[in-house]
């Protein structure tokens, strides 16, 4: 019975608790739009570094000394490579060189990244999308990225001046930002090739790629101490940690978007407050009524309660079906995909939503029901 004295109150003033159900609608759908969005830029992030997350990268330390005692050339030596090579095994080590170089592609100059690899470690830290991988030191192997900014084709020529010409023997997968290097903007070639061309005897970083990530802060330590025994002379950057500080840092900017989206459902429950408070008001007679009947005060509150937990039924449905497309919307707009709105760690954020919205309508409608429910029947049956 007090269920259906509910329903009718929400059905009489039905534009009051119209504007009420619609401030639900709006923080449910705000707040989990944010979820899904914060979510799936994380899940983003995490894929488009996860290829480099097994990583150790291998640098000279800038002012260090160098073995024979003299300032560092900023370079890793044939001898550096092969001390850390012993120091990481059984892990794939990969020296690499790299460099930037004007280049003309048919009628048109660019500047470009040139990097140099021995031709069977570009399989280990590369895929290839297109073509096939270095077999000669007259090829080159194309990041996608640049490959379409200056449409290259498998076959095309790069000229590189005076070092020399280059044909296009593969385009390379799109990589993604890394710690490594960053082939989609930029040009592989064969170790030989880049030290004739650039007359560089010396490497400028070394990629170990560890196996099992467990390893990482072993693998790490044991270069450290066979490098760096009475100063610094190399960095050893771990990119798991880096990853692990950049996926936490967006986790956290996901759960502050999410607080956002929040403050408006709020927003909403003051409203409810505001309509169950009027509504007791206006009904303070009605109540004085059935409490001189005999209604018990629990009896009155569950009534009030009900009446607050059907309009935050409708909203957070109504919100609940609606998030999915304002999650698709930003996905989209801030994204350009869709990719991650599917996958279960987004679409809970629809379950928090709901939650959020049908806990926020009864704490709202508490103390209206309190209220209500000690008013005294004689004061109440006099109210005009």
Known sequence: ??????????????????????????????????????????????????????SII?????????????????LLSDRDVEQIRRAAAPHVTIPVYSGSSRMTIGSEDTVGTVYGLKPDDV???????EGSFLRGSSGAMVGATFAEENDIKVGSRINLGERGSLR??????ERGMGFDINPD??????????????????????????????????VKDSIDRTMNRKETVVDVIDTRAILETILTTFGQISTFTTVIGGISLIVAGVSILNIMLMSVTERIKEIGVIRSIGTQRKEVRRMFLYEALILGLIGSSI??????????????????????????????????????GLGTSLVSGFYPAWKASNLNPIEALRHE
């Open 185 to 218: 903007f930029g040009i592989v070639v064969e170790d030989q090739w880049f030290r004739q061309a650039f007359d560089q005897e010396e490497y400028n970083q070394v990629i170990v790629k560890v196996k099992d990530l467990n390893e990482i802060e072993e």
């Open 123 to 129: 399989p280990v830290l590369l895929e290839i999308e």
């Open 168 to 173: 296009v023997v593969g385009i390379l997968k």
């Open 319 to 356: 919100g609940g079906a609606l998030s999915i497309i304002g999650g698709y919307a930003v996905s989209m707009v801030m994204l350009q995909t869709t990719e991650y709105l599917f996958v279960p760690s987004s679409l809970v954020y629809i379950v928090y939503g709901v939650g959020f």
């Open 58 to 74: 291998v640098t000279p330390h800038v002012g260090g000394m160098g073995f024979g005692g003299g300032q560092s050339s900023n």
């Open 1 to 54: 019975m007090f269920f259906e004295l509910a329903r009718r109150n929400v059905r009489l003033h039905w534009l009051r608790s119209l504007l009420a159900i619609l401030g639900i609608i709006i923080g449910v759908v705000t707040i989990v739009s944010m979820g899904i969005l914060g979510n799936s830029l994380v899940l983003a992030i995490s894929d488009s570094l996860s290829s480099v997350g097994d």
